[in-house]
């Protein structure tokens, strides 16, 4: 079977806590324009992407290796810059899968794509609203296949591909070289989505085949792309908030004065502050692109989010933004009984300096 596409390679990065996408577009000039995913397949009008990032095409890059990828950047509103680099293939299936590990473990790709943003860096960096220090990334292999043809002529089905190639489909998405158990390729092939007989999408935590049509192709990688960032933005809440609730711990389990607990109060209010500042966040960014009901996308976003890990973040940041909320109520409460107690001191004083006043004056 003869296979055609595009490798797709991925390196998202959180640059900063938001874009501001209408001085964005002012920068970067007419050329760089938001871009919203046009659904091929029947979809509610509900469906729909809230702020579509915007596109900037930069041409062509040359690896380290003498390798030439086509470049271009997607801008997110909040605060995640996507480099897509892309390489063409034209091979079986056997040669797809050693070609699409050496991508997946090649180094001098993210370096080029980080370098490649940073050289940018000047350009958008008055559109970013508190910048990252640091930049969390992550990365992600989209295999798009446009042609698959058997020997005679003919394009391959969507059920014809995971018959006859399922043990390379499930090396593709999973990075690996070597064929995978029957347990784990069978659990691989369970979540494939079709929505035509000639379309599949398989989605893996690493990596993911996309086979359709040309035209068809660029909704279900939007889709893939928005989870992938989903995941980078719950992964930058998740360290910001272990690393908050680190200091309440310490500060909590600290021997201090009886006066300088009256800073719980000031503590406890900018662990809400910061609390709700993250809630707020994660919401938009959740809802950055919206998909309800049973509808064919709303089921491939599902499945990346699954298989990518943002179910698995979204709920480790969930849990620890109850434990925060926790940790304020406590916080809140002592403080007040501490208050109280102040107050009750004060009291019994001025009642004591009325007693002896009272007896002195007898």
Known sequence: MLLQGYFRILNFFDIAEAIELDKLRALLGPEAAPRPAAFRHRTPEYSQVQQAPIVESLGSITLLTNEKLDARIKYYWFGVAAVELTAVFECDFDSLCARSFRWMNAPEVEEAAEKLLREQLDRFGPALLRPSPKWLDEDYLIV??????HCDGHSATAAELLDSCSDQIAKLVRGEVVSLSTAERDEIVRSALSYYPDDLVVVGWAAALVYDKPEATPAVIEILEYAN????????????????LSQVYSSLEGHESFWSRWRLSRRAGRLNRIRLDIMDLAERTEFAVKFISDTYYARVYNVGAAKIGVTDYKTLVGEKLKTAGE??????DQFNERRMFALEVVVAILVLLDVIALLRGR
Request: proline letters at 0%; glycine letters at 0%.
């Open 144 to 149: 798009d296949v446009e042609s698959a043809k």
């Open 229 to 244: 960032t989903q995941l980078l933005e719950f992964r930058y809440y998740d360290d910001l908030l272990t690393n908050l």
């Open 327 to 332: 940790l304020y109520e406590f916080m809140v």
